[in-house]
């Protein structure tokens, strides 16, 4: 890790080498990989996008692979690669539909199906946001986002304690 502190790349990548030969399904050479991903981020998306494939395939179950969905699906999105951010966004709500990251990833799945132009699906995807975490910044930003839905928006708002709803008569 001091070599990622400091820099040093090729450090980093002798670490990788070593846990591969002697640790392979190690959780340490999976933190070693996603330091490496880091470093090739830089370089631009392709080299770091072979690594985040690895850490996925290698280490599944793993907060690394966690990540790993969500680097490769944010980077799709924010240079326009619509249909590869969908992909991804959807990759971790197939392996983990229940993950502690899945409100998350449904809102921008649905961000990416609007971005599409499938209003409709992008439309129940941000209900399904509401319907798994209605207290959410996520179900916030997604009642904001369904303009057919105001109600929902205010409804996700009132859940959060935001507005207060005057009682029945």
């Known amino acids: 890790h001091v070599s990622m502190k ?16 002697r640790h392979r399904d190690s959780d340490e050479r999976a933190r070693v990989l996603m330091m490496t991903a880091r470093l ?4 631009g998306p392709e080299a770091s996008a072979r690594v ?6 290698g280490f599944s179950a793993s907060a690394s692979a966690e990540e790993a969905i969500w680097k490769i699906g944010w980077e799709a999105y924010s240079s326009g690669a619509m249909d590869e951010a969908y992909e991804g966004f959807s990759m971790y709500l ?13 809102y921008w799945k649905a961000r990416s199906a609007e971005r599409l132009g499938r209003e409709d ?18 179900c916030l930003m997604a009642g904001l986002r369904n303009q057919e839905a105001p109600q929902a928006a205010e409804a996700a708002e009132a859940s959060a304690g935001l507005l207060s709803v005057p009682a029945e008569s």
Not at 6 to 21: K, P, Q
């Open 94 to 106: 197939d392996q983990r539909p229940g993950g502690r990251l899945a409100t998350q990833f449904l």
């Open 121 to 138: 699906e992008a439309r129940a995807l941000f209900a399904k946001v509401c319907g798994a975490s209605p207290r959410s910044f996520y």
């Open 52 to 57: 985040y494939r690895t850490i996925i395939e």
């Open 40 to 43: 090739k981020d830089a370089k």
């Open 6 to 21: 400091l820099g040093r790349e090729e450090g980093v990548l002798e670490s990788e080498r070593r846990l591969s030969a």
